[in-house]
C-alpha cells in the first residue's frame, strides 16, 4: 500500500463540469439509441470499439501516451513513463439499451480529473492511469479487460465462452482485432499496479434513500444461483380434490413465502434472496401443475452466511415439499464468492470525503465491478455517487450534476493522495 501523502490539499482545481460533460457525450455518441434513448456497446462490437477507438484518439490528442492492450482495454497515462502507477476508470461497455452512466462514468470522470490536475500545473510523483476495460458487463460472462490485466482468465471459460446469439469469446476478440492468444499480455506484473480507484453509479436506491452524495464500497456481495426443481403431479383441475392434489406450484409459493422469515433468522442487511424466473408445466390454466422450476439468487458480503442459507433454502424447500407429495431437487448453477476491498484504502477514501465535507456512507456493493477484480492484483477502492430512483441498465439511468460532481471531486481527492501529486 501506498504510504500516505505528507498533508492533504486543501486548494484542488475546481472540476470542469462543460469539459466532464463534453467527455461523456464524446463516448456516448457511440451505440446511442435514438428511438429508445439507449446506449448499446456490446462489448468488441462496432460501437464499443468505436467508442474506444475514440477515447485512445482523445487521449492521444492531449497527450497522454494513449494505447489499446490485447483485452481491449484502453489506457492512457500522465506522469512518469516508466514506474509503478495508480490506475483508475471503469468500462465502456453497455448492456443492451444501457444509461449514459454506469462504466463511462468512471472512465470520464478519471480523465477530467486528471485533464483538470495537469491544467493548473500539478504533477503527480507516481504515474496516474486511466483505464477503459473491456467486457464489464458480460456479454460472454463479464470481467474480461480486468480479469486480463490481472492475469486471471480461466482458460477452459475463455475457450468456451459464448454470447447468447452462440457467438463465441474468441472469434469475436479475433473479428475485433484482438488476437485471442495474445490475452496474456495485458497482464501487469505485480507490483507495477500500486492501486486502484473506480467510481461508478450506485445502481440501487440505498444512497438516494439515505440522501447522501457518496458511497465508499467495503466489499461486494457473493453470488450463487441456485435451480430449483418441484415436481408433483399434473392433473385436471376440476375432478382433482384440493385435498388430493400434489400441486408443484403450491409448493413452490409455499417456499416463495418462507424466504422473509428465512432471512431473519438466517441472513443480514446485506442479504438478498431472488426468485426472478419460474416455469410452470405443462403450463395450461386448467391443469394443476405437475412440475414448478425456479431460478433463485443468493447474494450476501459474507461466504458464512450465504453458506447458512443455502442450507436454510435447502431445509426449508424439504420442509414445504414433504407433506404436499412433491419431489424436490436443488441445483447449484454458480458459486461467487464475496470479495473484500482493501479495508485501509477503503478508510482512506472515507476520510477524503469526510475531508472535502462530503457525506459519505459505508456500504457493500450488491453488483459486481472491476474493483473487484483489480483486488486481486493491488488494493482497489470503490467510489458511489447515488442513482436517481435507483435506476441504472436503462435509458433514464441519471444521477443529479451536483452528485456526479461530488464524485468527480471525491476521486479527484483520492488520486491526488495516491499518485502524491502536488501543485506547481
Ligand atoms: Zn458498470
Known sequence: MIPPAPRFRTSLPPIDRP?????????????????????NRPSYGEADMAARAWLVRTMDEAGLAARMDAAGNVIGRWGPSHGPCVVAGSHLDTVPDGGPLDGTLGVCAALEVVLGLRAAGWRPQLAIEII?????????????????????????WLAAAAD???????DTLTAAGLP????????????????????????????EHLDVPIGVADGISGVCELELTLTGEANHSGTTPMSLRADAFAGLAAFATAIEP?????????SRLTI??????????????????????????????????????????????????????????SWLDPVRLDPALADRIA???????????????GAGHDAQIFQRLCPSGLIFVPSTGGVSHAPHEHTSGAHLEAGVRMLQAVLVDLARCTAA
Do not use: W
Not at 19 to 39: C, I, K, S, Y
Not at 281 to 288: C, D, K, L, Q, R
Not at 351 to 365: E, N, Q
Open 164 to 170: 447468447t446469439h452462440g457467438r463465441t469469446l474468441t
Open 180 to 207: 485471442p492468444q495474445r490475452l496474456g499480455d495485458a497482464a501487469r506484473p505485480a507490483g507495477d499496479v500500486l492501486a486502484f480507484v473506480e467510481l461508478h453509479i450506485e445502481q440501487g436506491p440505498v444512497l
Open 262 to 270: 428465512m432471512l431473519a433468522a438466517h441472513g443480514t442487511n446485506e
Open 19 to 39: 469539459r466532464f460533460e463534453a467527455l461523456l457525450a464524446g463516448v456516448n455518441q457511440f451505440g446511442h439509441d435514438p428511438d429508445t434513448g439507449g446506449h
Open 276 to 333: 426472478g424466473r419460474v416455469v410452470l408445466e405443462p403450463g395450461f390454466a386448467h391443469t394443476v401443475p405437475g412440475v414448478a422450476r425456479a431460478s433463485l439468487v443468493l447474494r450476501d458480503p459474507d461466504a458464512e452466511v450465504m453458506r447458512a442459507l443455502r442450507q436454510a433454502c435447502e431445509r426449508v424447500l424439504g420442509d414445504v415439499c414433504r407433506p404436499r407429495r412433491l419431489a424436490h431437487q436443488i441445483v447449484e448453477r
Open 132 to 156: 477503459a476495460t473491456a467486457e464489464e458487463e458480460g456479454r460472454f460472462g463479464g470481467m474480461l479487460g480486468s480479469q486480463a490485466v490481472t492475469a486471471t482468465i480461466d482458460p477452459a
Open 351 to 365: 476520510a477524503h470525503a469526510a475531508k472535502l465535507g462530503i457525506g459519505y456512507h459505508r456500504m457493500c456493493s
